[in-house]
């Protein structure tokens, strides 16, 4: 595999391309390396809001991330490196147009002018977390950002050729074929993962390329590849930008910047290897065979010998014993340095190239929201279902279990109830065995709140990186996910538990039962989505969905008589999702059946004064007709009477489905 890399790695040296790359996305003929941009950045200052204590009693605390970061990053390996909590991969969102632009102040310019609006989506950007669909394979995953992501312009072969490409260049050619790998799924190794989420964002020949803890979960062998693979790319022009937390000595000679952070200011920014020499003269000298990024962090957290040489020689103590910390002492050196004076003049003259453009006051609010599509609707929405019933196929955990374990309960429930005869037993057994039908389609929708949560990450990423747009990600898993989960599973329920309980033997009832159970799965879901959406937790939208279902069980018709509760409460009935499916499902089946004596074996059709709930009373001491049963319970006898409660079904999806897509469109998508 190494060997594969070199050879892919090599050939992308020797590669000199064929195009041009314009305004961020690549046209027919631009496959060729642009040389990458220069980012350079004045005054950045970011804040964060921190709320605590009850919720009678908030409290409000302003915390300070970034503190007067200034620097210039050019094409080239530029690292960004610090302790825990410094605020460096803070400063790479930053750049990166991913943070929240409120609580932030400063500058940020690309090649001496304003960040364009749509920098997210013609840039690079690598999260620390790979965000891949582990159910696809690695060239599927490629194909599906060069689909996206590159021009309409380009022909469908050519957007294969560019996938090629990349697999070559990133020495994945032999695992090109295999699946990415899940929990459940073994798939390719970490570094071949992370070189897949590299090679995502490589399709569009972004100018820049951010990378947060590209290291991350890796080996030190591997990770060193990785990084050796990003500092052959950055030799062939292209800015490449990275937070690192500490990388051996054989990766540190990678980097060609470095910016060293400690409290959220900056107590170093030039080349990384005149760095020991710039801590030599502050009085820092680091020990032969020390790691160089050991060292830093060692002198920046206050833990090296040299510090406590410094100190034992009258240098000011740390800030615990009254003075100023080591972190404020090294950004206060570096003010005064001359590598700080020499970045000044630098910045001034980027900042005059721009001399006379809009200041951008607003340039933070502009890029936050702008983002561009290289394609439209049909197709954003095309890809989006294709890769949904890929996953969908390829994960039997969440699919044929879901369809096996309805089988077994259609057929416990069938069993249970087998034959349910015309008798007085018959009007209880029917209505339990309908609860529980309508019970459990809701209950088994709850699984559709790890659908947004789990894929949360993946979404917002891609979303923000103008891959598609939130209405083709909803429709998509509408159609390929969702409705294939809720239709298929109430179908083959329908199709066993119908005919073993005995309920009357029609056509039109059968369908109207399964088409009952099915909205009642809809319903439910939308529910499920609805709440679930913009959560972080799987436990707490759990935990609300479950307290929702509980009540409206309680308010379904069967544990308490709707009628006789009283009306300040009674109104709980209309939000009930079980309530109308089990009203449904009764007029359906009672209405024609007759539960008294001999006439018990066929179905009777009721006299004219039992066709509503207010004949005579000549038949209210026993409850022998399905139509009686159905006025106890408050229900009317009518057509009327079943297909309102479709109706209600099918308002409510239609509400809860709006409330999840709202809730999508507006939800933060920022780090």
């Known amino acids: 595999m190494e060997q594969e890399l070199e050879e892919g790695l090599e050939r992308l040296e020797k590669d000199d391309g064929d195009g041009v790359f314009q305004s961020g996305v690549v046209s027919q003929n631009s496959l060729r390396t642009r040389r990458g941009s220069v980012v350079s950045f004045h005054n950045i200052h970011y804040s964060v809001q921190l709320v605590s204590g009850l919720p009678c009693r908030r409290v409000t605390e302003e915390r300070k991330i970034l503190h007067n970061v200034e620097g210039i990053m050019k094409p080239g390996l530029n690292a960004i490196l610090g302790p825990t909590g410094c605020g460096k991969s803070s400063l790479l969102d930053v750049l990166a147009a991913r943070k929240d632009p409120r609580g932030l102040s400063g500058e940020v310019l690309i090649d001496g002018s304003p960040r364009p609006p749509n920098f997210k989506c013609i840039s690079g950007y690598v999260v620390q977390d790979d965000v891949v669909m582990g159910t696809l394979t690695v060239r599927e995953n490629l194909l599906f950002s060069a689909a996206l992501r590159l021009p309409r312009s380009i022909s469908f072969w050519e957007k294969k050729e560019r996938v090629t490409q990349i697999l070559s260049e990133l020495g994945l050619t032999r695992v090109a074929d295999c ?125 090296s010998t040299a510090v406590a040489a410094r100190q034992a020689e009258g240098d000011p103590p740390e800030k615990g014993a009254g003075g100023p910390s080591v972190g404020e002492t090294l950004c206060k050196l570096y003010l005064a340095s001359p590598q700080a004076q020499s970045l000044q003049l630098a910045l001034s003259a980027a900042k005059t190239v721009q001399k006379g453009a809009q200041r951008a006051q607003e340039g933070w609010q502009a890029p936050s929201r702008a983002v ?146 099915m909205l009642v799965s809809y319903t439910a879901t939308a529910m499920s989505l609805a709440i679930s959406a913009g959560m972080e937790v799987v436990g707490v939208a759990n935990l609300f969905i479950t307290i929702c279902f509980v009540f409206m069980i ?118």
């Open 179 to 303: 699946k990415v790998g899940t929990e459940l799924i073994r798939g390719v190794s970490g570094g071949e993962r992370k070189r897949t989420n590299i090679g995502m964002e490589l399709i569009t020949e972004p100018p820049v390329l951010f990378l947060d803890e590209p290291t991350t979960g890796l080996d030190s062998s591997t990770a060193h590849a990785v990084l050796l693979l990003l500092k052959r790319l950055s030799q062939k022009g292209r800015t490449i930008i990275l937070a690192i937390h500490q990388p051996r000595y054989s990766i540190f000679k990678l980097f060609d910047s470095l910016t060293l952070l400690a409290l959220g200011r900056v107590v170093y920014h030039g080349r990384a290897q005149e760095a020991l020499d710039y801590f030599r003269t502050i009085g820092y000298e680091c020990e032969p065979f020390n790691n160089p990024a050991d060292f830093f962090l060692d002198v920046i957290n206050g833990d």
């Open 372 to 517: 561009t599509y290289a394609n439209g609707s049909g197709t954003q929405l095309y890809w989006l279902a294709q890769r949904s019933f890929k996953n969908l196929v390829r994960n039997p955990q969440a699919s044929i279990a879901q369809v096996a374990v309805t089988t077994v309960l259609a057929l416990v429930l069938g069993a249970i109830f087998f034959r349910v005869k015309l008798d007085q037993s018959g009007i209880q057994n029917r209505v339990g065995a309908m609860f529980f039908v309508t019970t459990n389609q809701c209950f088994s929708s709850v699984s559709a709140i790890e659908l947004f949560i789990k894929d949360k990450k993946l979404f917002v990423h891609q979303y923000t990186s103008g891959y598609y747009r939130v209405s083709a990600y909803f429709f998509a898993l509408l159609f390929a996910d969702l409705l294939p989960m809720r239709t298929v599973p109430a179908v083959v329920f329908s199709c066993i538990s119908y005919w073993m309980i005995g309920f009357q033997a029609s056509a039109g009832n059968f369908f109207f039962f399964m088409l009952t159970l």
């Open 554 to 671: 309680l308010f379904s018709g069967l544990l308490v008589n709707l009628p006789s509760v009283m009306g300040w409460l009674s109104w709980l009935q209309y939000l009930s999702i079980p309530r109308y499916g089990l009203t449904a499902l009764e007029v359906n089946e009672f209405r024609g059946l007759y539960f008294c004596g001999e006439r018990a074996n066929a179905t009777i059709v009721p006299p004219e004064n039992l066709t509503s709930c207010h004949g005579g009373n000549s038949w209210a001491r026993e409850i022998c007709y399905g139509e009686r049963y159905l006025c106890s319970q408050g229900v009317g006898v009518s057509n009327w009477a079943m297909w309102e409660n479709i109706l209600a079904l099918v308002c409510m999806t239609l509400i809860f489905l709006s409330i999840t897509y709202v809730k999508l469109r507006f939800m933060k998508k920022f780090t």
